[in-house]
T-cell receptor, first 111, second 111 residues
Framework: DTEVTQTPKHLVMGMTNKKSLKCEQHMGHRAMYWYKQKAKKPPELMFVYSYEKLSINESVPSRFSPECPNSSLLNLHLHALQPEDSALYLC??????????FGQGTRLTVV | DAKTTQPPSMDCAEGRAANLPCNHSTISGNEYVYWYRQIHSQGPQYIIHGLKNNETNEMASLIITEDRKSSTLILPHATLRDTAVYYCIVRVTGGSYIPTFGRGTSLIVHP
């Protein structure tokens, strides 16, 4: 099983809403990532978790809050987002030293 | 990490080989070359990686020059479904491997 599952596939939220994106993998990977991708741009790294601990935060605003409840799950909690935060949010996982596997992403629209 | 340079776009006829180049002239001895692709509105997909020997798998072949300053990804018989953005990434493997994407090459396969 080389699948990373992201839910929901699409999300529309207001600027005062609180929502969460979910990511799950069952490959035993100990590194998990969140990326943000705007239209016609490459994915940009947001957060890295290694062995369930946050190891990298690429200066992401605090309205994005990651959480890694266990080695298979990664969440991204969203609060008070702005319209410019609308993007494709991608989750990925990898074993140390290995290639990364990506989910299909959550298309987020902030209204 | 070494920087990579890829042509912004290429096209290829269906059934012909697609040869996608990547320059990485500042690559160091312990850096691998990874290739990913991203089909429109989907998550990036790992294709192949190598250090200095040529590599082949069911998706593609990777040819790395002897001085390791450039590489070519070969799709031997391109299909319409190979239309995607192809990313060449150079990264030290082992430890935390974090894919960092440049602009990539947009490959269009036409009938």
């Amino acid at each position: 099983d080389t699948e990373v599952t992201q839910t929901p596939k699409h999300l529309v939220m207001g600027m005062t809403n609180k929502k969460s994106l979910k990511c799950e993998q069952h490959m035993g990977h100990r590194a998990m990532y969140w990326y943000k991708q705007k239209a016609k741009k490459p994915p940009e790294l947001m957060f890295v978790y290694s062995y369930e601990k946050l190891s990298i935060n690429e200066s992401v605003p605090s309205r994005f809050s990651p959480e890694c409840p266990n080695s298979s799950l990664l969440n991204l909690h969203l609060h008070a987002l702005q319209p410019e935060d609308s993007a494709l949010y991608l989750c990925a996982s990898s074993q140390e030293g290995g290639a990364a596997f990506f989910g299909q992403g959550t298309r987020l629209t902030v209204v | 990490d070494a920087k990579t340079t890829q042509p912004p776009s290429m096209d290829c006829a269906e059934g012909r080989a697609a040869n996608l180049p990547c320059n990485h002239s500042t690559i160091s001895g312990n850096e691998y070359v990874y290739w990913y692709r991203q089909i429109h509105s989907q998550g990036p997909q790992y294709i192949i990686h190598g250090l200095k020997n040529n590599e082949t798998n069911e998706m593609a072949s990777l040819i790395i020059t002897e001085d390791r300053k450039s590489s070519t990804l070969i799709l031997p018989h391109a299909t319409l479904r190979d239309t995607a953005v192809y990313y060449c990434i150079v990264r030290v493997t082992g430890g935390s491997y974090i894919p960092t994407f440049g602009r990539g090459t947009s490959l269009i396969v036409h009938p």
